[in-house]
C-alpha cells in the first residue's frame, strides 16, 4: 500500500477543506500526493506508448459501450456516486466524473493498475445496482462490488449500501 492509497481522494480532501476540517496548505499538500501519481503515470505512459495504446482503446471502447446502453449523463451520476462511497479505492479516480469536459473513458482502467470497470447497470424497482470490478489486474483477482444506488430527495444518485 502505497502513501496515495492512504490518503482521501479529491473530493472528500475538497468536501473537508470546505466544511474547515483542514487548512489551505494541508489540502495542498495532500492534492500535491495525487498529482505526483498522475505525473507518473503519464511517464509510464511516455516510456511504454504501446501500453499506453492500448489502455486507452480498451477503455475507450468500453466507455463507449455503456454511453450507447444507459446514456452519458446517467453514467456520468452513476460514477459521481460511487466517488462518493467511503472507503471504495477507485473514488480516487472518479472524483470529478460528473465533469463534461472529462471524456468518460478516462474513468475506466481495464489493464492498468488498479483496475476499474463497470461490469453490469440492472435497474431494479426504482433501485440502480452497479456491479464493478477493482483492484488487481490478473483474472480472477480483481475485488466485484455491488452497489445499490437510489436517488435522494434532490433527485441525485446516491450509494445506499454495497454488496
Known amino acids: 500500500m502505497n502513501a496515495a492509497t492512504m490518503i482521501p481522494s479529491p473530493g472528500e480532501l475538497f468536501a473537508r477543506f470546505e466544511r474547515g476540517e483542514m487548512e489551505r496548505d494541508e489540502l495542498h499538500a495532500m492534492m500535491a500526493?495525487?498529482?505526483?501519481?498522475?505525473?507518473a503515470e503519464m511517464e509510464d505512459d511516455r516510456i511504454n506508448p504501446a501500453a499506453a495504446m492500448i489502455e486507452n482503446l480498451l477503455s475507450r471502447r468500453a466507455?463507449?459501450?455503456l454511453a450507447r446502453r444507459h446514456g452519458t449523463g446517467f453514467l456520468r451520476e452513476v460514477l459521481a456516486a460511487l466517488a462518493d462511497v467511503p472507503d471504495f479505492p477507485p473514488a480516487r479516480y472518479l472524483w470529478n466524473a460528473s465533469h463534461p469536459d472529462?471524456?468518460?473513458?478516462?474513468?475506466l482502467r481495464m489493464r492498468r493498475e488498479p483496475v476499474f470497470h463497470i461490469v453490469e447497470i440492472r435497474q431494479n424497482h426504482g433501485a440502480i445496482?452497479?456491479?464493478t470490478e477493482h483492484g488487481s489486474a490478473r483474472r480472477g483477482l480483481a475485488i466485484r462490488s455491488t452497489f445499490t444506488l437510489r436517488r435522494d430527495t434532490r433527485w441525485r444518485l446516491r450509494a445506499e449500501r454495497a454488496g
Do not use: G
Open 33 to 39: 500526493v495525487h498529482a505526483r501519481e498522475l505525473i
Open 129 to 131: 445496482e452497479v456491479t
Open 102 to 107: 472529462v471524456p468518460l473513458y478516462c474513468f
Open 63 to 65: 466507455a463507449a459501450r
